[in-house]
């Protein structure tokens, strides 16, 4: 009997100090990795910003004309199109091609 209780009180000092370890855990502060999360998405999209200052330029915008952009769009959009395919004849004399 006392071996089984000497056996009880162990588990129940196991648990005990396994709590106290997750309670002291969940006190700690953020890890390294997560202070730098998202950290290199941030300076992958400042590094590919050519004019940081563009949006401060209330100037109006110079360049194409609303009719050349829209062709160069349509000849865009329609590089994505399928060529269709091309056409094949098939000639049979008599039974021979059947």
């Known amino acids: 009997m006392k071996e089984i209780l000497k056996m009880v009180g162990f588990v129940c000092f196991c648990v005990a ?14 890890s390294r990795l997560e ?15 050519l004019n940081p200052e563009a949006g401060k330029n209330l100037e109006s915008v110079t360049g194409m ?9 349509e000849m ?4 994505f ?4 395919p091309p056409t094949t004849y098939s000639f049979t004399i ?3 091609g059947k």
């Open 76 to 79: 865009y959009e329609k590089s």
């Open 35 to 49: 202070m730098d999360y998202g950290t290199s998405a941030k300076l992958a999209v400042v590094n590919q910003t």
């Open 65 to 73: 004309d609303g009719k050349a952009a829209e062709g160069v769009m």
């Open 17 to 30: 100090v396994g709590l106290i370890a997750v309670a002291l855990m969940s006190c700690a502060g953020p």
């Open 94 to 96: 008599g039974n021979i």
């Open 81 to 84: 199109e399928k060529p269709a």
